[in-house]
């Protein structure tokens, strides 16, 4: 598991020592290549490779597909973990996990050969729902799909499939994601990116030790007291800006894919109306959200749900953003049952 | 009113339009010389200069002094206000507001033209408490106070000063204060300390920016989405990093009076017991906590207020930090009703 990532987003995990049981055998990574992917900017990446990871069988009516796109930084193969029999099952459903744009795996800032790092154009959450569709469409032949499953950025994109193809998608789930993003989280990933920016200025432990310590500024106060004594706080702060090195070729990977994030808002084509939005969507929804959740905050959520009439599962794990992965079973009941349900 | 300050701990205040009315008119800025301040460190700080204001008139058995040491970068005259009738009653108590060591008015490696910026020792909370201690008694010629009220890193050097001269002050107030930092509070200020770092490598907006960026993150996130709209959150780090530009001398303050907090632990001398270090007190304590600050998280005050049977008031108006600048009325009610009472 790419050991950025994981800091990033989940490195109560780590300190929790969980591990998920159980998880299907690695697919293969597969790619699907286009000439060009265009952006909703007007601009277009070219060419334009798709990362993706099957699990299962597709049915004879091909009516059991899960498409489950990636979170912030993650990969396909760091998702593995979802495909097993207590959260999305290999047996039952044809899963599909995408690599979103500018992860590393698909064509991204870091590994595109004309479009190198800094030269990478701007992207959406929607450019990386419309290669989603091209590759589920038109590689992959599939014209509906059972459920998209999506965590934070994942789940950002499962709301932005859910506005604009309202039909492709029987379910939907999110969790920690968001519809849009308000001010606060706007906040906290215009400040990273000044980070990698400065970063790339400087090349200097300071800057990654900056970034571990915002990092930890997510957590829970009384939580993070428990796992972090005050005497060892200010060795950890260096041990996680150490043992989170970014390239800087990297750095523009994440800074293209917070940019998306930024930008995200499934009410953009509504007239910014969340309501008229809510609206379009014909989805059934899960939505997952936690209740001290500082990276992804849950308002946007919850209100949205409220519009929809989603299930809602609200986690209050003293974890924050990392709420699935501190209670790994109930996270795994709910999406279970949901995707499930006759 | 210093608009760095500001910025740093109570833009909400800004935005709110607050006012306090019915402020004493500014006593003079005065200052206490001495050859040296010595240093738990054990270095100096040669020549040292501590600055103070005083109002009202000390009665003839010396009996109504109060003392009001300074939050972090704040000056004797941004605490001016706190001399209101409603709150600190000049026209009762002598209220002697002092500068804390390295604030850019009492020598600061802004200002010491011996110890210049970067090559200013380290200073601890004792320190400043030391200081205040030398100037009531050595130099104003006070030998107990009727309290001692300080907000924030005032309240710090308040709950140093209950520990280190039990009987010197009747009554201790502590708003926003704690009395050892716990992992959040120093992450957040260790990671503001690389953040200056940085500000110096580069001397660029993005430093500054990443800076009014982490500040906002210690926002209440419902309550910055009414303040802030999505589409005016990246504009508005913009200008509040371009309204706070920091001079190099005092980016050195401010490290070293951030780094006074984060080593700030008053049971230091109690083999790190804060149960020992509470019993040695002997102050009655109002102790005033903010249910959602993120910048001085209310968990380690919370304790220390049982162990020492404190009048407590928690106060939750979604404002964290600045809670009581949201809720001005409760908060001067809360400390005037304490100081005042028989």
Redesign the interface.
């Known amino acids: 598991m790419n050991r950025q990532t994981a800091f990033l987003f989940f490195s109560i995990v780590f300190f929790s020592g969980l591990t998920i049981a159980k998880t299907a055998p690695d697919s293969l990574q597969q790619f699907a290549t286009f000439d060009e992917c265009p952006l909703i900017s007007g601009q277009v990446i070219a060419p334009c490779k798709i990362g993706y990871r099957t699990y299962g069988t597709l049915n004879s009516d091909k009516s059991n597909a899960l498409l489950v796109p990636t979170w912030f930084t993650g990969t396909s193969a760091e998702h593995t973990y979802l495909t097993s029999p207590e959260i999305l099952n290999p047996e039952k459903h044809f899963i599909i996990i995408v690599d979103a744009l500018g992860n590393g795996v698909s064509t991204s800032p870091s590994n595109s050969k004309s479009q190198v790092q800094g030269n990478f154009p701007q992207i959406a959450i929607t450019d990386m729902v419309e290669s989603q569709h091209r590759l589920v469409t038109g590689v992959l032949g599939i014209e509906s799909l059972h459920g998209i499953v999506g965590l934070s950025m994942g789940g950002m994109q499962a709301f932005e499939w859910a506005v604009r193809y309202p039909d492709f998608a029987n379910r939907t789930v999110v969790a920690i994601g968001s519809p849009?993003?308000?001010?606060?989280?706007?906040?906290?990933w215009?400040?990273r990116n000044?980070?990698l920016?400065?970063y790339r200025?400087?090349q200097?432990k300071?800057?990654l030790?900056?970034m571990a310590?915002?990092g930890?500024?997510a957590?829970v106060?009384?939580k993070?007291?428990q796992?972090?004594?005050?005497e060892?706080?200010?060795s950890?702060?260096k041990s996680r800006g150490k043992s989170s090195p970014i390239s800087i070729a990297k750095s523009w990977d994440q800074q293209r894919q917070a940019e998306a994030m930024?930008g995200h808002?499934i009410a953009r084509d509504f007239g910014n109306d969340l309501t008229k939005a809510a609206a379009e969507t014909k989805t059934q929804f899960l939505i997952i959200v936690a209740e001290d959740d500082?990276v992804v905050?849950p308002?946007p959520a919850q209100e949205f749900a409220i519009q929809v009439g989603a299930t809602v599962v609200e986690m209050d794990e003293d974890c924050g953003h990392g709420d699935p992965w501190c209670a790994p079973d109930t996270f795994a009941k709910a999406v279970s049952v949901f995707i499930n349900k006759d």
């Open positions: 849009r993003l308000p001010a606060f989280d706007i906040a906290r215009t400040t000044h980070m920016a400065l200025g400087c200097c300071e800057a030790e900056a310590g915002v930890m500024l957590s106060p009384a993070l007291a796992d972090v004594t005050r060892d706080t200010v950890t702060i930024i808002n500082r905050t308002q």
